[in-house]
């Protein structure tokens, strides 16, 4: 079989696995869409009821728009700002049921490994020019191979949530206190409600994410006035994880900060900092979370703990292909030093695209999220740009894969400048001209047993479970004096 005539593969049908399904039908490019939840943008679906703060303008892909409004889809207004819902119901889900595009999403398959056809990860005789092949499990548990000629992993990392403690392992006895930990965003407003209101809730994380919880979680005690909150982190400069306010270069990520900080100084959560969790033990009807404070050892008494600490990448799934990691944050190599929330706790990333997400396996990328392993500062213009400049490569166009062009916002709150001295923000690529759509058909996917796509999206209660995300500055920080790989939030120690 000849590798030119098989498809790209994308896997994940979130918004950067789809932005490149779009720059491949643009440029006129065979492919298919792996996604295994059941419904287009599935993470996201995960954190629904969420505001965005990046508005409009900077969470839709310029070539998904194109196509779209060739169809007559209209752009809802630049400056509002999204929930993670209309993300997916009026851009994801409107872009996979274009023409174009519908038949080429497979629902509710599960990529489980990558490799070449015949050819192990220790075999150079042939590797380049060998097909990849995915190895799937599809819905009602059937296996498959599919083949492609390059494959986009575009798989973010939500679904594989941090532990709670401290050493980036499991505490001791999280895995038996599970049915009392949430990993991720629960909207304890509305479908979670009756499992927190008047509890005794820690949340445990610092980014955007605990942010986010802490803020619903203050709303709540209007309703139910017992409710206790406790914040646990493992830093102690709150006035980085405050972020920037006014400075931040998206007002509503700054406004997080400043809100959360107006609860904390009314006395409506108490914080636990720093705070590193060793243990989480059954007591009589109660859990009792043991960590390590400035005191000494500590224990906390609560009903629930949410783990908003932030995700790491599946890379089981890519053992058989040649990678290039960074050895600390687990993106690709070179966007490391670029991204390491040791250096950046905000957007100051120099623009990059398919040459610094290359890795040794020719035509394999690692894209969106996914990219930035355990750093928690991804953004979608980033991943947009990138799928942008990795399509543009495949297809030999090499002037505009090298052309990146990306602005990201600064927070105004940087761990290496407390004055924000990144670079300027958060404009997507210039718009590129656009070559005539191709319709495309007979997509070979080799004795493959998929699932036909499921167009209708459904606003289902949103349903959390173990996953969790981090897309601000995360505290995954550092024992005393010592730099941390994962920090970013405390000068203090990681100065
Ligand atoms: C609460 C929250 C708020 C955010 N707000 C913003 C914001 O305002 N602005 C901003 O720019 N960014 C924001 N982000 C960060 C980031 O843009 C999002 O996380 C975004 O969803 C990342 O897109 P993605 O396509 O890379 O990955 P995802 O959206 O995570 O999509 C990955 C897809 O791959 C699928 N998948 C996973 N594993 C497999 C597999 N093995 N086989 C097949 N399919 C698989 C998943 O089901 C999923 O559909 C936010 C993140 C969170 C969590």
Not at 55 to 80: C, I, Y
Not at 142 to 167: C, F
Not at 453 to 477: K, M, R, S, W, Y
Request: hydrophobic share 40%; net charge negative; aromatic share 4%.
């Amino acid at each position: 079989m000849k590798t030119q005539a098989l498809p790209v593969a994308i896997i994940g049908a979130g918004p950067v696995g789809l932005a490149a399904a779009a720059h491949l039908i643009e440029r006129g490019e065979s492919l298919i869409v792996i996604e295994a939840g059941s419904k287009i943008g599935a993470n996201v679906d995960n954190w629904a009821h969420v505001r965005m703060f990046s508005p409009w303008e900077f969470t839709v892909d310029r070539a998904s728009v194109r196509l779209l409004e060739k169809h007559g889809w209209q752009m809802p207004p630049l400056n509002d700002l999204p929930t993670g819902r209309d993300l997916v119901e009026r851009y994801l889900v409107p872009f996979s049921k274009l023409p174009e595009v519908k038949d080429l999403i497979y629902l509710n398959t599960r990529v489980v490994a990558v490799s070449r056809r015949n050819i192990d990860k220790m075999k150079d005789a042939g590797r380049e020019d060998a097909p990849f092949v995915l190895h799937v499990i599809c819905e009602d548990g059937s296996e498959t191979l599919i083949e492609a000629r390059a494959v986009i992993d575009a798989s973010g990392t939500w679904h594989k949530p941090n532990p709670l403690g401290s050493g980036g392992l499991p505490a001791v006895g999280e895995k038996s206190q599970a049915d009392h930990i949430l990993y991720g965003i629960p909207d304890v407003l509305n479908s979670q409600r009756e499992r927190y209101a008047n509890r005794r809730v820690m949340v445990v994380g610092s980014g955007h994410s605990a942010i986010n919880v802490l803020l619903n979680l203050a709303e709540l005690i209007v309703t139910a006035p017992n409710t206790t909150i406790y914040w646990a982190m493992r830093g102690k400069n709150l006035k980085q994880v405050y972020g920037g306010g006014g400075e931040d270069a998206l007002p509503a990520r700054g406004r997080l900060g400043t809100r959360i900080q107006g609860y904390v100084d009314a006395g409506k959560i108490e914080i636990v900092s720093p705070f590193r969790v060793r243990e989480i033990k059954a007591a009589v009807q109660e859990l009792e979370v043991i960590g390590e404070s400035s005191d000494g050892i500590q224990t906390i008494r609560v009903d629930e703990i949410i783990a908003a600490t932030g995700a790491r990448p599946d890379l089981d799934m890519l053992r058989e292909l040649r990678l290039e990691l960074d050895p600390a944050l687990e993106s690709t190599r070179a966007l490391g030093p670029m991204i390491d929330p040791n250096i950046h706790s905000c957007g100051t990333v120099r623009p990059h695209g398919e040459a610094e997400l290359r890795h040794p396996e020719k035509n394999f990328y690692i894209v969106g999220m996914k990219s930035y392993g355990r750093a928690p500062t991804f953004l979608l213009a980033t991943g947009y740009e990138q799928v942008r400049s990795v399509v543009a490569a495949l297809t030999g166009d090499w002037e505009a894969a090298h052309d990146v062009q990306l602005n990201l916002p600064e927070t105004g709150v940087c761990s290496t400048d407390l004055g924000g001295e990144g670079t300027a923000c958060c404009g997507t690529s210039a718009s590129q001209s656009a070559p005539a759509l191709i319709s495309l058909s007979n997509i070979p996917v080799n004795n493959i047993r998929l699932q036909p796509i499921n167009l209708q999206f459904e606003a289902v209660p949103v349903t959390i479970a173990n996953v969790t995300h981090e897309c601000g500055c995360d505290d995954t920080c550092c024992s005393d004096g010592v730099k941390s790989t994962t920090c970013g939030c405390d000068d203090d120690c990681c100065a």
